[in-house]
């Protein structure tokens, strides 16, 4: 539901003036708080508001309001956040304390004082008033002669009255804590050296370092080990600082433990056999019960003591893909408060790991997805911290029973009670020469979480879909809408009606297979719209493979690819304009392009280029795949509505797509490495993990690491339709790649396909625009099952992906194309021999362009006719001069032999 408003200042309504907030429609009443203060426009007066469902076009929803109550949820200024300027604070340096405060209520505060005493020393500031909804924030220089635990007690004063407190525990290692001493202890193996540094007091500080030809680099600091924070008896906080004095080294491990009146903890480091990882495990047990507020485990600071903030890449899965100086949390693909994505609620976590990419080195902390996860922080830069460091981290309480999302200490203190424990296991990954794109590749293999489980059997998918078509159908178009409900025209789709007449061959239905020949027969009629793209996710054009009419049923097609050709920049790139963009908002800068911008235009005109052998399309399309080739992240497939910044699912099936038209056309492999590199870009959008009450969740995937139109954010919201079009490409790219478990990953996104998809009700057969992973239900509106057929036929063996193959012939290229399989082709100077796979398809056409006219064609052995109508025989050919196209039609069979004599 979203709230929008208008001011006195602002009396127009409009998408400026307004916040989102999530409803659980199920018919029960629930108390929603919002806090619409943070919205930077809820300001001055506000002369009316109104509560509005999304999305907009939402039919048959009933609401019922008990009240609408408007309330301050603060009314006071706070201290909003205190942190240390340094990853490793040391004795004898000085660094930095950044105290801010925060006025959250709607009231001018004035005459504000801030305290923080150092020691002895006491630093204060005073401001004169902060406005509604500001910060003011402060540094001071501090510095610590010896090692320990100090703590900086902070005040927030109005007059004399203090109107809130603070502190900040601080452990200071000694000064040369890069240099070993007799009394630390190392941990290392082929690839990774671990220091644990000590003081009198205890080991504070893990130092970790990569390892490459005998030489070590350090990459991130642990500091310290460990800390608990608690509210005492009074409700106040208190944080320990975990300074182990007792650690001893067992084997391939190191273990640290500690204890007091009130708990006992345990850290163990741990070497594996795979030299890229070092498991963690920490432990804490109640002696008493503990009202327990956040209890870390580990805090990598990585880039701290060596690069510092600097990153090639960046990767939160589901939240983040960060490049160069970019930021996590920016508004860049989410406007505030959406943008905030510090702490997030692990329902929008896709992969559970994080990763920082820099100094040809990649730096990971991995875990195991669960109901019971523990909370992560990921920050890039340490913004949040103001460090030179990246900062990835793991705690509990888990988000958001007890910590609120992009808090970082508990809301509702944890209960641990006494005999009790608790623990947070992960990975710690350092790998060198690898990107961050290995990431989620490496989190797979260790996690072994490849497991399908299929709703029902695909026989019975086929019959589920038929009933989603029967039940969309409009006999008077005739056709079906893309969608319901909505403003969607019922059309004669030809990718529908061939999904139908396919699936009809395995269910038999006779329903099914006439709604497919009313809509053949109704496009015979204007045979050029057998190829029209129109409603489809794939833009493909198989109809005329089994229709025929050849050419004449390409021209839709034709039309689609020459206006993507018409609008193509002599460099080879697709650009982005406003006018791509619903109600034409600007979502990003006029001229600016990327992969999903160019790689859409650049498939369909390869696609058609490799069926008709056009060199002119063969030129566009191929100037675009070397243009692409700077592009890194996927981004910009999705314009209507997404921004252009945003990285995007799609884009990466779209560009699978454009590098497999390349390399079947011109068999260079530098086009299936990209491919496989784009292939590999969409995984951090795939969940790998899921509830235990929610089957749909596994393989489930999110669309955008953002949000429509910046303030409609879809994490934590799949779009399986945007699954399954990259799944539908990692099946066609499993084809030719076996670097990867391509066919796995696709096989999984289809299944939660089917388990989002309706078996009953007004929608049968269809499946949701997107998911609510929160409250696990369906978002409409509800999508024809285009998306869910064409996987599962490729799954099961059904070619539907037209098979091309380029030879050469009397020094000239030869495209020959077919809807089955091309097992074999063998050319002398006189004669093509092609050996055909059939499939169960009954009739079909194969193109042979770019050949003069045949002497005979033998079809196993028998020589055919040609005809002038090859629709109304079984099997014959058609010589087309004016386009140099041959066109052969065969007959069922396991395999079909066919020689063309010249």
Known sequence: MSIYWITDESPNWGEDKKINFKIIPDNEFHTYSVDIGIHKKWLGKIRQFRLDL????????????????????????????????????????????????????????????????????????????????????????VKFNKEGIYK????????????????????????????????????????????????????????????????????????PLSSITYTDPEGDRVTDILCPSIARKEGNKVVFEGENNLYKYKITIEKTKDDEIINTDYELSAKGDIKLVRFDGPFLRVGEGSFGVKKVSALFPGLEWLVGEERSSSTLDAMEPFNMRLVPNPNKITVPCMGIESNNYLIGLLWKGEDNQPASIFCSPNWYENQENHLLGLFLPYVPDYVKENETYADIPYVLRAGDKISIGSKILISYNRTILDLVPKWLSLYDALDVKFPRSFEEEIRLCEEGYKGIWEPNAPGWPHATPGNWTPSPYPKDAFLLY?????????????????????????????????????????????????????????????????????????????????QEKRLGEEGETNVGLCAVPASVILRYARVTGDDTLLRGGLTALEFMKRFRVPRGAQVWEVPVHTPDILASARAVD?????????????????????????????????????????????????????????????????????????????????????????????????????????????????????????????????????????????????DTKVINFRGNNVYITTIARIKDINVTDKCIKITIDNSSIKEKYLLITKV????????????????????????????????KWLVVKVHEGSLTRLAVNF
């Open 54 to 141: 999304e999305p907009p076009d939402t039919n048959g929803a009933h609401i019922r309001i008990d009240y609408v109550q408007l309330g301050i949820l603060s009314s006071k200024v706070e201290v909003y956040s205190m942190n240390i300027g340094t990853g490793v604070p040391r004795s004898g340096k000085s660094f930095p304390i950044y105290v801010t405060i925060k006025n959250p209520s709607g009231e001018v505060f004035k005459d504000v004082s801030l305290k923080v005493k150092v020691l002895d020393k006491v630093f204060s500031e005073s401001v004169r008033e902060i406005q509604p909804r500001d910060t003011k924030s402060f540094s001071f220089n």
């Open 152 to 223: 900086i007690p902070i005040e927030v004063t109005s007059g004399s009255k203090v109107i809130d407190k603070g502190d900040i525990n601080v452990l200071v290692t000694r000064d040369n804590l890069f240099e070993q001493s007799p009394g630390d202890i190392t941990l290392e193996n082929s690839k990774i050296f671990i220091r644990f540094v000590r003081v009198p007091s205890g080991f504070t500080t893990a130092l970790l370092y990569g390892k490459k030809d005998n030489k070590l680099e350090l990459l991130s600091v642990i500091h």
């Open 502 to 582: 396919i699936g009809s061959i395995f269910t038999k239905d006779k329903e099914a297979k006439r709604m497919a020949d009313t809509v053949i027969n109704f496009l015979i009629k204007e045979p050029y719209r057998l190829s029209d793209p129109g409603g489809s996710h794939i833009y493909e054009f198989q109809l005329p493979f089994i229709i025929g009419r050849l050419p004449q049923s390409v021209g839709a097609f034709k039309d689609f690819v020459s206006a993507y050709l018409a609008s193509q920049k002599p460099d080879g790139s697709f650009v982005y304009s406003s006018s791509m963009s619903m």
């Open 658 to 802: 454009a590098y497999l038209e390349g390399y079947i056309i011109t068999g260079n492999s530098e086009y299936l490495d990209r491919a496989v590199y784009w292939a590999k870009t969409g995984l951090p959008f795939v969940y790998l993990w899921s509830r235990s009450d929610r089957p749909v969740m596994k393989y489930s995937t999110i669309p955008v690491f953002g949000a429509t139109f910046f303030d409609y954010p879809w994490f934590g919201y799949p779009v399986q339709w945007n699954g399954l079009v990259y799944a539908y490409e990692l099946l066609r790219l499993a084809r030719y790649d076996n670097s990867f478990l391509w066919k796995d990953i696709a096989t999984g996104i289809l299944a939660s396909g089917m388990y989002q998809q309706m078996t009953g009700g007004e929608y049968k057969g269809l499946y949701p625009d997107s998911w609510d992973l929160d409250n696990n239900l369906p978002r409409g509106p509800y999508i024809n099952p285009e998306d869910l057929l064409k996987p599962l036929y490729l799954l099961m063996g059904i070619p539907l992906d037209l």
């Open 852 to 883: 003069d006219r045949p002497k005979s064609i033998l079809l196993d052995d028998r020589e055919i006719k040609e005809l002038s109508e090859l629709e109304f025989q079984p099997i014959g050919y058609r010589y087309y001069k004016d386009y």
